[in-house]
């Protein structure tokens, strides 16, 4: 069999979904290994505008099979909901969407917890979607979490729900008519499950694409702890989120030409100025989720740096290269200073990192519309001294580059 992993290599919103999107039509299975529905990916497609939360952006394409897998965490309200919205643009998911057993549920309490948790002056704001995914995934640890499926066996699934709501002191009064509810909506999603692990590993000669969600610098353990997400968003979480364990065969990380960042949390090369609303205004950079405005600023090689590394990155995708037309200036931060000393590693304290002065190199920017451009030889001079001196401070060859939302957008090296 034959693999890749599309991984997002900064605060997620690199632009992951278009790159699945197009690597998705030489591949036979895509596969979702972490995360929930607070992931937002949007695909244009001609006129059509499709936005995900849990399913594999790969179900665009009729003839693939996509799969949600043990890594997962899955609020089924909302998948439910995405997959009406979905079916009404066309989509079929009869025979070609699979939901692994061991994937947790999302309960209606988490919701609750996280809203609770982030209206709660006390304690650090962290800046979730409120979508309950930190709470499930908190349960899944501690041993009290309800997975997919537990949702098949009425008196499992009474057992699994008693057990949470003791341990979260709630009342039992409703505890029959919760159960109902979650085994009576799951009926209809009976059909997708499938055994993932066994599934992945017998497929001999096909291709398998591994779709991240969220971004490396909110991995739970390498992100900039604790504004994080809840689960393991680097390629190491592929194993542990899907049961396959197999050598990747090609690892692309995606980055965005400029950086951004949804919700709390340290950002050195933030820009807070014109130059950051002229960003988000060009790259229309409002969260698909929320529709939060992103924070915007420049590239952070040290932070990319980082991400390729703890990934293995093979190459890289970067994607949004058009917002940048009309900049006179492009600025790149190769370093960090911090006090009197320079380094170009990126800190493992999410104290020390707000607190770095970022060191830039200057780039002139270009005037030239490059959203048509098909090769990457008919870029503006800029535009290719832009890339080829990220491809020199990031060690890696930049292979795709995205000039825009839609599939023929997209040059290749």
Known sequence: MRSKAVLGCAWGDEGKAKIVDVL??????????????????????????FVFHLIPSGILYPEKICVLGS??????????????????QGVEFQNRFFIDPRAHI???????????????????????????????????????????????????LTERIKNNSIYHLEKLDSLEENVEILFNTARKFQ?????????????????????GAQG?????????????????TISGGIAIG??????????????KSYYTRVGEGPFPTELKDEIGKMIRQQGNEFGATTGRPRR???????AARFAIMINAVDEVALTCLDVLSGFEKIMICTKYKIGEEETDQFPARADILANVVPQYTEMLGWNEDISRTKE????????????????????TKITIISVGPERDQTIFR
Not at 191 to 211: A, C, G, R, T
Not at 216 to 232: A, E, N
Not at 376 to 393: H, S
Request: hydrophobic fraction near 40%; include cysteine.
């Open 24 to 49: 998705a039509k030489d591949a036979d299975v895509v596969v979702r290994f972490q995360g929930g529905n607070n992931a937002g990916h949007t695909i244009k497609v001609g006129k059509n505008k």
């Open 296 to 302: 915007c600023g420049w590239f952070d090689a040290v």
């Open 106 to 156: 999302v309960l209606p309490l988490h919701r609750q917890l996280d809203g609770k948790a982030e209206n709660d002056n006390r304690t650090t704001k962290i800046g979730t979607t409120k979508c309950g995914i930190g709470p499930c995934y908190t349960d899944a640890i501690i041993r009290i979490g309800v997975r997919f499926g537990d949702l098949f066996s009425r008196k499992y």
């Open 71 to 88: 890594g997962v965490v899955i609020d089924l309200f909302s998948l439910d909901e995405e997959m009406k919205a979905l079916k009404e």
């Open 191 to 211: 059909k997708y499950l499938l055994q993932v692990p066994y599934y992945l590993n017998s497929l001999k000669e096909k291709m398998i694409l591994f779709e």
């Open 242 to 255: 899907s049961g396959f364990s197999h050598h990747l065969d090609r690892t692309i990380g995606v980055l």
């Open 376 to 395: 990457f030889f008919d870029l503006p001079k800029n535009a290719k001294n832009y890339i080829q001196k990220l491809e020199e401070l990031l060690e």
């Open 216 to 232: 490396s610098l909110l991995d739970i353990f390498f992100g900039t702890y604790p504004f994080v997400t809840s689960s393991h």
